[in-house]
């Protein structure tokens, strides 16, 4: 008797657990079952991830409830993260197979579309999917190894954000396009001085600029043709020794401050804070940056080099499916509203960069804010500039975010004063052609 | 009759396995399996979202011979287990003296020094940690009262390390629950006995306490071993998330898990893991094998 009591509790456990294995195994799938033969309407559940601050949740979780409206039989379920957590996130769930059907994706798509993780939405086009209104290069843009993978979800130029009360008080003429690297290392300089203890001419962009850098020399990061890096030891030292000068002679943010307050956190950036007189950013983030800070920001171009500013009006980022997505079709149909549906302009704005269809585009224009005006302004600038002075748009060189830690951890290297600039660098490029050299 | 025993013992033992039977399958399931997984990856380059490709010991063989960013990470790891677990276990310890001298409301103040130990290993001490530390944190606002400008702790990467040895000491509250329950135990007719002989209170604590606590002691160490060489919410939070500035907080789970998932080389990962769990066995074992000649267990095993 007792033996079958004992049998029969066992019995209940293992029941017990395998049903909640099996209901947790199954969570992704609800929506996928809902949408099975048992129930009559043909209900599609999709799961759709961005990276971002609380204020463009906001603002897409608001798109995606009025395409809820639109497509009543497709329910979307948000989730985001903030950027420096957003791709571990990506790619844990990739490797589980849990990732969401639809995500986003910056530079890196091409890390994700050599992995074979990302859905072919060509079956789609003109479907579901209507380019027509779409820039030629924002398609070419999507399209790797002859699949289209990759729908911009707007576009964006970085340039040099610059606090106009900082430059008042300093007495220091604003600058204009065209000006110089030499120019902008005496403007910093003489902007630290003015105003003294705690006010700095600008951030350390040895990392985020160095690309720009290399293309205003012919040169870049890495040539994707071939696989390989594609500049000299010497110009990274010219690089890193043109920083370090700036910083000896005090025209920027030290490295302790750089680390505390990053300049790409708009949350902490001295920039905000009215501290720092001028930061590369993004042009998409113009707007984030003015609203948290009451002094009148402008933007100018990036200083320019032999062969121009290097600076591309290029995708910002971009929506992409998941290869293993049950519901192509619903994917599809949600990248179309993204970049085709007047409301879904309206509610996004420029928060993702500027629409990368032309009737999207001419629709914010048209009741665009004093701040966007500036944003539009600026990228219409860039779009001329490089119609003169044309470079090739960019992707990030696979293995990007180890490249990143490496040229990052040189920089403080140097500013912490642990290594010489020339040991620093050489350190820097032998460990970014081991990076770049290891195939995946 | 003795059939009769032996199928009894035979049906307890079976009833013993079948209740045991939840804890086998996870142990198989969720311990053993993954952790068989993960040798064989160790041994493949695996970029998480493709199948794995068979390299034999080539990740071993990276990590020690060109793998600057491992030895790295290690040093930074030793360095945090060797300050942070002497000083926790000595701050425990006084501490625990201290309650001991029988204060009144003990309960309150065992439970309440006991709380960081539940809280520390959490994200929002982390960032509490962040904030205390700030280059306008807490920390340099109190010293701004003496006319001391503090250095920004947190991005520096000289001071970084320290606060996160501070946060860590500051969880001492469950090693000095287990040493407080240890002094309890020491028979008090010990001290009589030495205080009639006249041994002062310094004497009687190296002489009595210490050795009588030593197999507390001993546990702490292990424990706090283990989990030292295991550190990764302070680094990941408190610093960069990237081991920044300059690898300082680059604590070798933290490198394990950037090589794994943001540098899509989980195999690596997986090599650097077995090579973590390698290094904690081999402390572990020394702590063991010294142990017969300081732990005194008072029960006749030690004094050989």
Same mark, same amino acid.
């Not at chain 2, 629950?177 to 002094?183: E, N």
């Given at each position: 008797m007792r033996r079958h009591l004992g049998v029969g509790m066992m019995a209940l456990l293992l029941a017990g657990t395998t049903a909640c294995?099996?209901?947790?195994?199954?969570?992704?799938?609800a929506g996928a079952a809902g949408g099975g033969p048992e129930t009559s309407v043909d209900q599609v559940e999709l799961r759709i991830m961005w990276w971002g601050d609380q204020k463009r949740a906001d603002r897409t979780n608001e798109a995606l409830r009025k395409f809820e409206e639109k497509h009543p039989h497709i329910k979307v379920i948000g989730e985001f993260a903030p950027s420096s957590g957003y791709f571990d996130k990506l790619n844990t769930q990739l490797a589980s197979g849990t990732a969401p059907d639809v995500f986003f994706l910056g530079g890196n798509v091409i /890390?994700?579309?050599?992995?074979?993780?990302?859905?072919?939405?060509?079956?789609?086009?003109d479907k579901e999917l209507k380019l027509a209104d779409m820039d030629k290069a924002m398609v070419e843009y999507g399209t790797l190894d002859g699949k289209l993978v990759h729908i911009s979800a707007g576009a964006n130029a970085r340039g040099m954000a610059i606090n106009?009360?900082? !430059?008042?008080? +300093?007495?220091?003429? #604003?600058? +204009?396009?065209? &000006?110089? &690297?030499?120019?902008y290392s005496r403007i910093s300089q003489e902007i630290s001085k003015k105003l003294g203890k705690g006010y700095y001419g600008t951030y350390n962009f040895t990392v985020e600029g160095m690309d720009i850098y290399l293309k205003q020399r012919g040169k870049q990061l890495y040539d994707m043709g071939q696989g390989k890096l594609s500049f000299e030891e010497q110009d990274a030292v010219d690089w890193f020794n043109y920083w370090n000068d700036m910083y000896?002679?005090?025209? =920027? #943010?030290?490295?302790?401050l750089q680390v505390s307050n990053p300049p790409g956190d708009t949350s902490k950036s001295l920039l905000v804070t009215g501290k720092v007189a001028m930061s590369l950013i993004p042009s998409n983030q113009f707007t984030a940056h003015q609203n948290l800070i009451q002094d009148t920001l402008t933007m100018v171009q990036v200083p320019r080099g032999p062969k121009?500013?290097?600076?591309? !009006?290029?995708?910002?980022?971009?929506?992409?499916?998941? +290869?293993?997505?049950?519901? @192509?079709?619903?994917?599809?149909?949600?990248?179309?509203? &993204?970049?085709?549906? @007047? /409301? +879904?302009?309206? =509610?996004?704005?420029?928060?993702?960069? #500027? @629409?990368?269809?032309?009737?999207?585009r001419e629709l914010l224009m048209l009741d665009a804010s004093a701040q966007e005006q500036i944003v539009y302004d600026y990228t219409n600038r860039v779009s001329e500039a490089t119609l003169k002075e044309p470079f090739a748009v960019s992707y990030n060189p696979p293995n990007f975010t180890e490249f990143s830690k490496l040229a990052e951890t040189a920089v403080q290297? =140097?500013? !912490?004063?642990?290594?010489s600039v020339e040991q620093g660098v050489a350190d820097f490029y032998n460990g970014a052609l081991q990076i770049f050299g290891s195939t995946p | 009759m003795k059939m009769a025993h032996r199928s009894a013992f035979r049906h307890g033992g079976g009833t013993a396995y079948l209740f045991l039977l939840p804890w086998l399958i996870g142990f198989f399931g969720l311990t053993l399996g993954p952790m068989l997984g993960s040798l064989y990856l160790s041994l493949t380059k695996y970029n998480l979202l493709n199948a794995p490709r068979w390299l034999g010991l080539a990740n071993y063989r990276q990590i020690f011979t060109a793998d600057d960013y491992f030895y790295r990470s290690l040093a930074v790891t030793f360095k945090y287990v060797l300050f942070s677990v002497p000083l926790k276990m000595i701050f425990a310890l006084l501490v625990a003296l201290a309650l001991n001298k029988g204060i009144r409301l003990l309960g309150i103040y065992r439970t309440v020094y006991y709380i960081p130990s539940l809280l520390g290993g959490s994200v929002a001490i982390a960032i509490v940690w962040r904030q205390i530390f700030a280059g306008d944190g807490l920390v340099n606002h109190f010293l701004g009262l003496f006319g001391i400008e503090g250095p920004a702790w947190i991005s520096h990467p000289s001071y970084i390390l320290s606060t996160i040895?501070? $946060?860590?000491?500051?969880?001492?509250?469950? %090693?000095?629950? *287990?040493?407080? %329950?240890? *002094?309890?135990?020491?028979? %008090?007719? $010990?001290y009589e006995a030495s205080q009639v002989d006249g041994a002062n209170k310094l004497r009687q604590f190296f002489k009595i306490t210490l050795p009588m606590l030593s197999p507390v002691i001993f546990f702490n160490l292990v424990m706090g071993i283990i989990n030292s060489f295991q550190v990764f919410t302070p680094g990941y939070v408190i610093g960069d998330g990237r081991g920044g500035p300059v690898n300082s907080t680059l604590f070798y789970t933290l490198y394990l898990y950037l090589k794994g998932f943001s540098f899509f080389d989980m195999g690596y990962a997986a090599a650097l893991a077995w090579i973590m769990l390698i290094i904690i066995g081999g402390f572990t074992s020394i702590v063991f094998v010294t142990s017969k000649f300081w732990v005194f267990y008072g029960d006749g095993r030690e004094g050989k």
């Open positions: 294995s099996g209901g947790s195994g199954n969570k992704e799938n /890390d994700y579309s050599e992995k074979g993780v990302l859905l072919d939405l060509q079956p789609y086009v106009t009360e900082l !430059f008042k008080k +300093a007495g220091v003429p #604003v600058p +204009a396009d065209g &000006w110089t &690297w030499e120019e000896k002679k005090g025209g =920027i #943010v030290t490295p302790d121009g500013t290097g600076v591309v !009006f290029e995708s910002s980022q971009g929506l992409s499916g998941y +290869a293993k997505t049950e519901h @192509p079709k619903e994917v599809a149909t949600l990248m179309n509203y &993204w970049v085709n549906d @007047p /409301d +879904a302009a309206r =509610i996004l704005g420029s928060d993702r960069g #500027v @629409p990368v269809t032309s009737k999207m290297e =140097i500013g !912490f004063g642990q290594k | 040895v501070t $946060l860590s000491v500051w969880q001492f509250g469950s %090693a000095m629950v *287990i040493f407080l %329950a240890g *002094i309890k135990q020491i028979p %008090a007719d $010990l």
